[in-house]
């Protein structure tokens, strides 16, 4: 059963224009949320967290909303660049600084952004 | 360079033979894992070490045997895989009781004929 849900598999955006990724959990344990990076050939890097105490968190051009009572976390990137064309995981744990790193990931949204 | 380097980059393997998957990590972390992702599955967690003692095995096979000698090394021993067992197999370690980020190796894409 997965519990952490990314609908769109893919999301096309042009250049200089707001890209919204989002993500759905099930689990109302998940009080820490994370957004990972892939480019190809490449591990997943850290872009984002957000703590459930919040409900927004900004660095840079992203931003990430977590919305508890609904369940559901977005990222959005602004202004979009072509180098941002990856794909986005998002992924959640719970009992934060007890679970060893224990992250329950999203099956990942590939992101392009064209010229 | 990630601080996270795994050896091979890639594998291919017949069912019958045994290699292993190495992972180093130069970041002073007490905790490495293994993840393994599939096409067009979610990531999932294999084996957690914390302090070079398994603290996870999340249901793998037998035929999948991981190693932690020391807190910066992590093996993955292969034996007798089967095709499905195909996938990219990420490596990643963080600190013990931090916060869930992990840092990942670039991955070894492993291929079982």
């Known amino acids: 059963d997965q519990q952490v849900k990314q609908n769109s598999p893919s999301l096309s955006v042009q250049e200089g224009r707001i890209s919204i990724l989002n993500c759905d959990y099930t689990n109302s344990m998940f009080d820490y949320f994370l957004w990972y990076k892939k480019y190809p050939a490449e591990g997943p890097t850290f872009l984002i967290s957000?703590?459930?105490?919040?409900d927004k968190n900004e660095d840079g051009r992203f931003t990430v909303f977590l919305n508890k009572s609904a369940k559901h976390l977005s990222l959005h990137i602004v202004p979009s660049q072509p180098g941002d064309s990856a794909v986005y995981f998002c992924a959640a744990s719970a009992g934060r600084g007890s679970t060893l790193g224990r992250l329950y990931f999203g099956r990942g949204t590939q992101l392009t952004v064209w010229p | 360079e990630t601080g996270v380097t795994q050896t091979p980059r890639h594998l291919v393997m017949g069912m019958t033979n045994k290699k292993s998957l190495k992972c180093e990590q130069h970041l002073g972390h007490n905790a490495m894992y293994w993840y393994k992702q599939s096409a067009k599955k979610p990531l999932e967690l294999m084996f957690v070490?914390?302090?070079?003692?398994r603290v996870e095995n999340n249901s793998v096979p037998s035929r999948f045997s991981p190693e932690c000698p020391n807190s910066s090394h992590l093996f993955l021993h292969l034996h007798t895989l089967q095709p499905e067992d195909s996938a990219l197999y990420l490596c990643?370690?963080?600190w013990g009781a931090g916060t869930g980020e992990l840092f990942f190796g670039e991955g070894s894409r492993l291929t079982v004929l």
């Open positions: 070490y914390s302090l070079e003692e």
């Open positions: 957000i703590s459930s105490i919040k």
């Open positions: 990643a370690s963080t």
